[in-house]
C-alpha cells in the first residue's frame, strides 16, 4: 500500500485537493477582510469628513458673527461697553449769591442732596425690573407708580438722571447711599439749594427758585434735569446770572455700580452774584411795621416802598401778608405751600408793585403841579370850600364838615381840601379847571398809567382812565362829575404803590422821575465787578421846578399845620401828604400815606398803603413816622 503508485498518486491529489480548498478558503477570508476593512474606513473617512465640514460650518458662523460684533456694529458695542464702564456724572453748580446794599448775604446756596436715577439703566428684563422698583420704592418709601412716572417721561433725556426725591437730609442721604449703592442707575447725590435769612420780610423781593420744568429746560441746552430755576422776584428776573455752570466728572464703575475711580472732571461754576439796592435792615423794619398796622386795622393786606429820590435805587419793598420763601425749597413745608396758594388773602401777590388801587388824595399834589404848569392856578389863587358844591343834581363833597374856609394851593395840599381839587380839575363857575385829558397826561408824565419798568416780574401798570375809554368801554359820554372824581383820586383811576413812590420821588427831587431799580451791581464768582448799573431817567422834567417848589412847600406845610402833623417830632423835617381811597360800595376805605425826608435835601420817599384801613392819617402815617424816626436816628 505504501508503495503503490496509484495510492500515492490519490492522497496527493487529495491532499492537493485539500490544499487548494484551504487556499481558496484563506483567499476569500483574505477577500472578505480586506472588503471588511475598507468598508470600515470608507465610514470612518465619511464621518470625519462630516465633522470637519460641520466645524467649517460652525466656525464660517463664528467668522460671520465676529465680523458682525468687531467689525459691523463694533464701534456701537464698544460705546456701550464704555458706557457701562464710564459714567459721565453731572455736578450741580452753586447758584450766586444776592447782598443787600452793605453786603448782607440775603439768598445763599446752602448743601442738599436728590434721590435720582437714570431710566436707561434700570433693568429691562420684566422680572429684574419688577424687583428693582419694588425694593426701590420700598426703601424711599414712595409709590412704584411715582418712579415709574418718572423713568418713562419721554421729555427728558433717559440717559441723564433725573431726581426722584428733593430735599433729602444729609443723615438720610448717608442712610440710603448704603441702601442703594448695588441698584443700578440710582444715586444719592449733593444738589445745592437756597436759603433765604430773611424769610417773609424779603420773600416778594427775592422770590424762590423750584425744579426746572421739561420745557425750560428745553429752551436750555446746558441745563440738567437736577438744576433749578428761579420762579417769581429777583430769582427770575436774574436767572441767566445767578444760574452757574455745572460741573462734570468722568467715574468708573464695575458690574454692580460701584464707584471704582474719577477718571476726569470739571468743577461746577457758581453763579454770579447780586448786589442789590436793598437795605435789609430797613427792609425788616418795614415789613415788621407795616404787619403791625395791618393786624390793628383788620387790613387784609398792605404794601411799603422806600425809594432813594436822587437815583430811583429801591431801599425796601414790602408786602403784606407774605409767605416765607424756604417753604419752597425745601420737603418739610408742603403743608403750607398748600396753604398759601389757597389762602384769600394771596400772600403771593406782590402788592408793592402788582397791586393796583384807587389813589385817593395821593393824587392831589400831581394836580397841584399840573394846574401850576398849565397856567390854571398861580401860587395866590383861591377858593373858598363851604363843605362841598351842587352841580346839578349831584353834590360834591368836602371832607370835612363846613369847609375849610378861603384855600389857596399851599392850604390845599396841606389839609387835601377836595373842593380846591374839583374846581382845578373839571373847573366851577370862575374857576378854569385842566379837563380830563390834561389830568391824564400829566398823571402819565409822573409815571401813572403804565409800569414804570421796576427790574422785577410782575409789575402792574395801573390804569388812567379817558373819555375815550368811558365812551368805548362804558357804552356812556364822559361827564364833569367823572372829571371831579378823577382830581381827588376817585372813580376809574387805579394806581401801584410803586408808581406812588416813584412820583413823590420826582416831586421830591425836583422834577426827575427815575426809573425804580434793584440791582445796582452784578459780581463775579471771585467778587470782580462785571457791571455796575446806574440811574436810569424816564423824565427829566415832570413839570416846572417852580410849580413842584410850590408843591413841596404845600407838603411841608402838612406837616407844620395839616393833616401830617404827626411827623413834628422827627429829628428831620419832612413833608408828606395822606389820602384816603374810597372802593367798593360799603363805604371802606384805603389808607394812603407819601413821605419825603429830609425837606431840603431828601434822601428818602416813603409810600405806604394799608388796605381797608380807614384814614391815612391813622393808619398809615403812623408807620412813616416810626420807620422815619428809627431810620434817622440809627448808628
Given amino acids: 500500500m505504501v508503495g503503490d503508485p496509484f495510492h500515492i498518486s490519490a492522497g496527493r491529489d487529495v491532499r492537493k485537493t485539500v490544499v487548494n480548498r484551504s487556499h481558496d478558503h484563506a483567499v476569500d477570508s483574505l477577500r472578505d477582510g480586506s472588503d471588511s476593512l475598507s468598508l470600515t474606513m470608507m465610514t470612518e473617512q465619511r464621518r470625519i469628513a462630516g465633522v470637519f465640514i460641520g466645524f467649517l460650518v460652525i466656525l464660517g458662523i463664528f467668522t460671520?458673527?465676529?465680523?458682525?460684533?468687531?467689525?459691523?456694529?463694533?464701534?456701537?458695542f464698544r460705546?456701550?461697553?464704555?458706557?457701562?464702564r464710564l459714567r459721565l456724572e453731572i455736578v450741580p453748580a452753586p447758584r450766586g449769591e444776592i447782598r443787600d446794599r452793605r453786603g448782607t448775604i440775603i439768598a445763599q446756596s446752602v448743601p442738599d442732596f436728590s434721590v435720582t436715577i437714570v431710566p436707561a439703566d434700570v433693568p429691562t428684563d420684566a422680572e429684574a425690573r419688577q424687583s428693582f422698583l419694588t425694593r426701590l420704592a420700598d426703601t424711599l418709601h414712595i409709590p412704584v407708580e411715582t418712579i415709574i412716572t418718572s423713568i418713562t417721561d419721554k421729555r427728558l433725556n433717559?440717559?441723564?438722571?433725573?431726581?426722584?426725591i428733593d430735599h433729602v437730609s444729609y443723615e438720610q442721604a448717608l442712610t440710603w447711599i448704603v441702601q442703594l449703592a448695588d441698584l443700578p442707575g440710582v444715586g444719592v447725590l449733593p444738589v445745592p439749594t437756597r436759603s433765604y435769612p430773611y424769610g417773609p420780610a424779603l420773600a416778594n423781593v427775592l422770590g424762590y427758585i423750584g425744579k426746572i420744568s421739561p420745557t425750560e429746560l428745553a429752551d436750555n441746552q446746558q441745563a440738567s434735569p437736577l438744576d433749578s430755576t428761579g420762579k417769581v422776584g429777583l430769582e427770575r428776573m436774574y436767572n441767566e446770572q445767578l444760574t452757574g455752570l455745572d460741573g462734570q466728572k468722568q467715574v468708573e464703575r464695575d458690574v454692580f455700580n460701584r464707584e471704582q475711580q474719577v477718571t476726569s472732571q470739571r468743577p461746577p461754576e457758581p453763579g454770579?452774584?447780586?448786589?442789590?439796592?436793598?437795605?435789609?435792615?430797613?427792609?425788616?423794619?418795614?415789613?415788621?411795621?407795616?404787619?403791625?398796622?395791618?393786624t390793628a386795622n383788620h387790613s387784609p393786606g398792605g404794601a411799603a416802598v422806600a425809594l432813594d429820590p436822587t437815583s430811583g435805587q429801591v431801599l425796601a419793598l414790602v408786602s403784606v401778608p407774605s409767605y416765607d420763601d424756604n417753604w419752597f425749597v425745601t420737603s418739610e413745608h408742603s403743608a403750607d405751600v398748600s396753604r398759601v396758594l389757597t389762602d384769600p388773602k394771596k400772600p403771593l401777590l406782590n402788592r408793592a408793585i402788582s397791586g393796583q388801587y384807587p389813589s385817593g388824595s395821593i393824587i392831589k399834589p400831581i394836580l397841584a403841579a399840573a394846574a401850576l404848569a398849565e397856567h390854571v392856578i398861580t401860587p395866590s389863587t383861591t377858593v373858598v370850600s363851604v363843605g362841598g358844591f351842587k352841580v346839578g343834581s349831584d353834590f360834591f363833597p368836602d371832607w370835612k364838615s363846613g369847609g375849610h374856609g378861603v384855600t389857596n394851593v399851599l392850604k390845599a395840599i396841606a389839609e387835601s381840601v377836595n373842593t380846591f381839587f374839583y374846581e382845578i380839575g373839571g373847573g366851577y363857575e370862575q374857576q378854569a379847571g385842566l379837563g380830563v385829558d390834561r389830568i391824564v397826561r400829566y398823571l402819565s408824565t409822573f409815571g401813572w398809567g403804565s409800569a414804570v419798568g421796576i427790574d422785577m416780574p410782575g409789575e402792574a401798570d395801573g390804569f388812567l382812565p379817558t373819555s375815550e375809554w368811558r365812551t368805548t368801554k362804558r357804552a356812556s359820554p364822559w361827564k364833569l362829575g367823572d372829571t371831579y372824581h378823577l382830581s381827588i383820586?376817585?372813580?376809574d383811576v387805579d394806581v401801584t404803590p410803586l408808581q406812588i413812590a416813584a412820583s413823590t420821588?420826582?416831586?421830591a427831587n425836583g422834577g426827575t422821575l427815575y426809573q425804580p431799580y434793584l440791582v445796582q451791581e452784578i459780581l463775579s464768582p471771585e467778587n470782580t465787578s462785571i457791571k455796575k448799573i446806574s440811574p436810569h431817567v424816564l423824565n427829566a422834567s415832570v413839570a416846572p421846578a417852580s410849580a413842584l417848589a410850590t408843591v413841596r412847600a404845600g407838603m411841608?406845610?402838612?406837616?407844620?399845620a395839616g393833616s401830617s402833623r404827626q411827623l413834628q417830632s422827627l429829628p428831620v423835617p419832612a413833608a408828606g401828604k395822606t389820602g384816603t381811597a374810597q372802593f367798593g360800595n360799603q363805604g371802606k376805605t384805603h389808607a394812603w400815606y407819601s413821605v419825603f425826608a429830609p425837606y431840603e435835601h431828601p434822601q428818602i420817599v416813603l409810600a405806604i398803603i394799608v388796605e381797608a384801613g380807614g384814614e391815612g392819617n391813622v393808619a398809615a402815617e403812623p408807620v412813616a413816622k416810626d420807620i422815619l424816626q428809627w431810620y434817622f436816628t440809627r448808628p
Fill in 64 to 76: 460671520v458673527r465676529l465680523l458682525d460684533l468687531q467689525v459691523v456694529r463694533g464701534q456701537t
Fill in 79 to 84: 460705546d456701550r461697553s464704555e458706557h457701562n
Fill in 158 to 164: 433717559p440717559t441723564e438722571p433725573r431726581a426722584l
Fill in 272 to 294: 454770579q452774584t447780586l448786589v442789590t439796592t436793598i437795605d435789609a435792615e430797613l427792609q425788616q423794619r418795614l415789613f415788621d411795621r407795616l404787619s403791625q398796622a395791618v
Fill in 489 to 491: 383820586g376817585q372813580g
Fill in 505 to 507: 420821588a420826582a416831586i
Fill in 556 to 560: 411841608r406845610q402838612g406837616v407844620l
